[in-house]
């Protein structure tokens, strides 16, 4: 519940990172400190924080200062004055989580205190018009004003779900609530998830899973090792003695729990199974459509390939199970949006198409999936570049790290970052502090 901030190690030596949401002011250290860019390279707000985070969609960043949290909005203006231990995002109420000397409370985005902090823990209001709040280790419930709806009193409480329940424990049990704090489902269960789209919750008891209704009662009864969610399909993937099989909604096992080890199905309606370490792909009768021959297969791409493993080399089935690419590389990756996957022959990376030809000469010595913005990094001796889907080279093998984030890329070299925007421009040279980089600290 509490916000922890994990500091990382990165030991590749390229990274690719999904790009943030808000992409307009990009946090950068310098000197020690740390303030923000703009899109141009400009610094909007001057580096004066002990830390700083990215902005959030509603244009408002976790700053650090002497060890104290607050919030600043994109013009630099002090939101929320630096006081706090922690701060958690804004959610759909409109209120973010502030904890200080080990207590919790709620403030709006004007920066006013709007639920004291009385309480020894808390949960987000997340959609809901009610919080969890521990008080004296007993747990309740709040509204918006604060005001305690339901009394403290169970041993812990989980947010309303869209279905008006939530799910809290009481006397080593766990059951439903309503938001008048009645229990709709009695505590029975050992543990009990909240419920799906499909208005079932996954329950256990005595180390067996099944699925209960919103009357509580058992659609499907606590009878297998573990259950999973159910897929789109109907499908759900139980295990019963080490093995693996697929059950309907009703319960009926449609596929027999015969799989070492069984995935979820995809959208193209293929679940990958293994048998005694080999792997394949069934449908949802339990066909065999691509039998568990093979040492590795990936997962199905836009263009209905997937990459398989025989031996030690790499190639290509399509979802009837026919090899269209040869058997023949020494690694492959799937392949990725835009059509090209990544192989390697001799230990050298480069890319291939959906018909097995070569695109891009295998000629790196590593080599990552193109970006949205159509950029591959790679990776040449112990230096990072950034090449285009033609293969053309945008950013020369000069830097030691590069990592696409915050919808720039950040480019180290001799322990100082710069930054290139998503049209390959350069638009700051290296002079940041290497904790500018995301992830680097």
Known sequence: MKRIILILNIIAICSTLAPAQNNELIPICQKGKWGYIDM????????????????????????????????????????????????????????????????????????????????????????????????????????????????PQFEQAWEFTENGLARVKSNGKEGFIDKTGNFVIKPTFNFAWEFGKNERAKIMIDDKYGFINKAGEYVISPQYDYIYDFADNGLVKVRLNGKYGFIDETGKLVIDTQYDYAWDFCNNGLAKIEISGKYGYIDNTGKNIIAPQYELVGE???????????????????????????????????????????????EKYGYIDATGKTQIALQYDYAHNFDENGFAIVRTGD??????????????????????????????????????????????????DIETVPGLF
């Open 40 to 151: 141009t390279g400009k610094i909007v707000i001057e580096p004066q924080y002990n830390y700083a985070e990215t902005f959030d969609e509603n244009g408002l960043a976790v700053i650090n200062k002497k060890g104290k949290l607050g919030l600043i909005d994109k013009t630099g203006k002090i939101v929320i004055s630096p006081q706090f231990s922690s701060v958690l995002e804004f959610d759909e109420s409109g209120l973010a989580l502030v904890g200080k000397k080990d207590k919790w409370g709620f403030v709006d985005k004007t920066g006013q205190i709007t639920i004291p902090l009385l309480y020894d823990d808390a949960y987000s209001f997340g959609k809901s018009e009610y919080a969890p709040v521990n008080q004296k280790e007993k747990w309740g419930y709040v509204d918006k004003t604060g005001k305690i709806v339901i009394e």
């Open 383 to 432: 230096m990072c570049g950034i090449i285009n889907e033609k293969g053309k080279t945008i950013l020369n093998n000069d830097y030691e790290i590069i990592i696409h984030e915050h919808d720039v890329y950040f480019l180290l070299k001799n322990d100082k970052v710069g930054i290139m925007d998503k049209k390959g421009n350069i638009v700051v040279n290296p002079q940041f």
């Open 300 to 346: 199905f791409a836009e263009n209905g390939l997937v990459k398989i493993k025989s031996g030690n080399k790499y190639g290509y089935a399509d979802n009837t199970g026919k090899v269209v690419i040869a058997i023949q590389y020494d690694e492959a990756y799937d392949f990725s949006a835009n059509g090209l996957a990544i192989v390697c022959i001799n």
